[in-house]
């Protein structure tokens, strides 16, 4: 599904302002104006070393403080009204859920119980509102589905209870709703590590001008390898490298090295501004796009702001160095560890679920780590929902809804999502809902198949 707007026009879109007003009207005037002012305060203190002399981290957010939830709100507000606030990178993780749930908003304010899960999200649950807002695309796609009847299960603290109850004139479905965190905590320490390693080298290619663009795989885990990896393997090289060249290639690692085209930059700079961060500042120094492998840059230029205001509004107007990597890691172990398995996610559904009932599961995750570990993973989740021991529970459906976006430099974003749904028990007999897909619009098929195996726009 890709948006309607062009990249920070500012458009109206009814269905975002729609949700938008639903959810802040549950805050008073002035704590909404007291969380935007927190958020960009925590962005502009952030950003506020950024000055001729930057870097970047892919899937990086400007953003980095606890009201979560009250960032998303923000980014919703910005792309409708304040274009040069909105952040594109973070923003196609976020808008593509709140235009889903403004499309069916009225749907939404019927489902029992939801206002009072979304005065939870808004007040204790700020921090960490992936998983709420990923029960409120679930309850959705029940009550599309024709259920007459969808309410949340007031939670308590004694007793375990599955999110919410579907009921349909005498079908009635007990439905647990499991969202996975963004990326595995292996990803991130292996993120870390590769921080660790890069800092050093970036620091020295700014050091002694060596304007390069390198592709680095590596075949073993980067927790194996020393923080000066990078500084003692590669840095004395650099000076005898003949351009385009592969540098390395062993059984650690395969290093390629290219120069940075600042003729090509630099005459998209002459007509244009580029936002700090986007994917087009990626592209602008790595000379292309590739959302699914990480890419690390330093840089120095001019950043400018435009009409006093605040916020994520920086913006490039001259490149005047550039270097940076694409990286990732193929060895198997690591491939292992990031592929997140739902089993975890089962066991705990199933233990919420009465023991009378039918029952059915979404587990929501994001496919960031690349094809390779999504491989991976669909096979390890279709080898652990078809031999999972339930318990004697009733578990009769899981859905697996895989969702990646993307900010492409010509539209506000695209986000894909595959669901796999796993019956093994109702062999013969329907599926209890029609539609499945959280954010898509039901005029979306899955005839293309899993959506990592395809191009990224």
Known sequence: ??????????????????????FLGFLSVDDWKARVAAVEENVERGLSSVASSFGAEGGDSVYTGPDRIGWYLYLVDAVQHHPLR?????GARIVPIFKRLGADLDLL??????EDRVGR??????????????????????????YATVEFIPETPHRKTPDFLARSGREEWFVECKRLQKRSEYSER????????????????????????FDITF????????????????????????????????????????????????AHLQRYFVRFPSDQLRELVAGCRNPRRDFSFVA??????FGGASGNNRFLEDLSFAAGSFWSSDA????????????RQLVRAVEQFPSDARCAVHVGLETWDGPLVEEERLGRIVRSVLDFDALGKDLRWVYCHFFESYAPPDQTWVVDETVLRFGPELLGRDEPICFRAALLPETDTFSEGLHWRRAPP
Not at 2 to 17: I, N, Q, R, V
Not at 334 to 340: E, F, T
């Open 300 to 305: 120095k230029g001019d950043l400018v702001r």
């Open 86 to 90: 909105y952040e594109p990178i973070q």
């Open 219 to 266: 075949h073993v885990e980067l927790a194996t390898l020393a923080d000066d990896y990078l500084m003692e393997h590669l840095a004395g090289k650099l000076h005898l490298l003949s351009l385009p060249c592969r540098i390395v290639s062993n059984d650690t690692w395969d290093v390629t090295a290219k120069p940075v085209d600042y003729v090509r930059a630099r």
């Open 190 to 213: 292996e993120r870390e590590k590769w921080l660790a390693m890069w800092s050093p080298f970036a620091q020295h290619l700014v050091r002694n001008g060596h304007s390069l663009l």
């Open 332 to 343: 198997p172990q690591a491939i292992r560890h990031k592929a997140r398995d739902v089993r």
């Open 1 to 22: 599904m890709t948006s309607e707007m062009p990249p920070f026009a500012g458009a109206a879109d009814a269905d975002l302002e729609g949700a938008l007003e639903w």
């Open 109 to 114: 304010r019927s489902i029992g119980g939801v």
């Open 121 to 146: 999200l808004l007040d204790s649950g700020r921090g960490q509102p992936d998983g709420g807002l990923f029960e409120f695309l679930i309850a959705l796609v029940w009550k599309r589905s024709g």
